[in-house]
Nanobody, 120 residues
């Protein structure tokens, strides 16, 4: 069973930086995508940034130029470097992993979430 664990959230002032980490274990197949989603109170969960096999990255428009997603080379670990944080970035951040034995047979896994709070 794949397990996903995040770390690195916290409280930061607007304009500051945080780095989130996510590690996936129990991966007996292929990790196709790892990345981050977030959910603010009263809002739907939304994509923040993802890394996909082959090195492709995808970002929400609201974080482009401020956030960077990267994968630790050769490991099932992904980072989210968040710079120039804004109060509207405040949310619970969830790590996401798409894993399976083949591209057409995958499952989605989620971490428990790590809170990011940006004060104005």
């Amino acid at each position: 069973q794949v397990q996903v664990v995040e770390s690195g959230g916290g409280l930061v002032q607007a304009g500051g930086s945080l780095r989130l980490s996510c590690a996936a274990s129990g991966t007996t197949g292929i990790v196709y995508t790892m990345g981050w989603y977030r959910q603010a109170p009263g809002k739907q969960r939304e994509l923040v940034a993802t890394w996909s096999i082959g090195g492709n990255t995808n970002y929400a428009e609201s974080v482009k130029g401020r956030f960077t997603v990267s994968r630790y080379n050769g490991r099932n670990t992904v980072f989210l470097q968040m710079n120039s944080l804004k109060p509207e970035d405040t949310a619970m951040y969830y790590c996401y992993v798409k894993h399976g034995r083949a591209a057409y047979v995958t499952s989605d896994y989620w971490g428990q979430g790590t809170q990011v709070t940006v004060s104005s």
